[in-house]
């Protein structure tokens, strides 16, 4: 069963730092990754989706990398602001087997970026 | 701009009467799912269709009914609603099942008194 793990649970730091979000995964049979940004009772939001057959993708301030074979993935936030206070879910699409395309959520992590 | 829109936004119902939320999708997605939200179990699969009238159980089905009349549309049914079914829920679509990007609504919040 695909476990995904999502490291630290809770993150604050003041305006300007640069940071890291972690997601590692149990199984590395997938077909790729997405992150996800979820603000207070909305929905959630595509950030990235990484291929297993890619090693990062970037997006303005973000750039998320994926190690397939170590099961992890991380997800880069240059020049924090307080408009990125949010909660990150990584997510992994299981590949083959009878779960076919099943996508396993993390539990997030809850970033707050502080003036 | 997903182009999914879910209704109603907001329910509040008494147990063992049926609700009904409604998914519309404006992008062609072949791929739609039910997802239930709830604090410490994170985001859970009721349901998913890969098809008009083509549609599987996840995770967490029981309970639930979904039909797919329609490419753009995806309805969740709780026959008769439990406390316990009181939730968040999430439609989501995808262009395919395995690499195609998930793309989320805004979210139906239930509440089953």
């Known amino acids: 069963k695909q476990e995904v793990t999502q490291i630290p649970a809770a993150l604050s730091v003041p305006e300007g730092e640069n940071l890291v979000l972690n997601c590692s995964f149990t199984d590395s049979a997938i077909y790729n990754l997405q992150w996800f940004r979820q603000d207070p009772g909305k929905g959630l939001t595509s950030l990235l989706l990484i291929q297993s057959s890619q090693r990062e993708q970037t997006s303005g301030r973000l750039n998320a990398s994926l190690d397939k074979s170590s099961g992890r993935s991380t997800l880069y936030i240059a020049a924090s602001q307080p408009g990125d206070s949010a909660t990150y879910l990584c997510a992994v699409r299981k590949a083959g087997g009878t779960s076919y395309g099943k996508l396993t959520f993390g539990q997030g992590t809850i970033l707050t970026v502080h003036p | 701009d997903a182009g999914i829109t879910q209704s109603p936004r907001h329910k509040v119902t008494e147990t063992g009467t049926p609700v009904t939320l409604r998914c519309h999708q404006t992008e062609n997605h072949r791929y739609m799912y039910w997802y239930r939200q709830d604090p410490g179990h994170g985001l859970r699969l009721i349901h998913y269709s890969y098809g008009v009238k083509d549609t599987d159980k996840g995770e967490v089905s029981d309970g639930y009914s979904v039909s797919r009349s329609k490419t753009e549309d995806f309805l969740l049914t709780l026959e008769s609603a439990t406390s316990s079914q009181t939730s968040v829920y999430f439609c989501?679509?995808?262009?395919?099942?395995?690499?195609?990007?998930?793309?989320f609504g805004e979210g139906s919040r239930l509440t089953v008194l």
């Open positions: 989501a679509a995808s262009l395919s099942l395995d690499t195609g990007e998930l793309f």
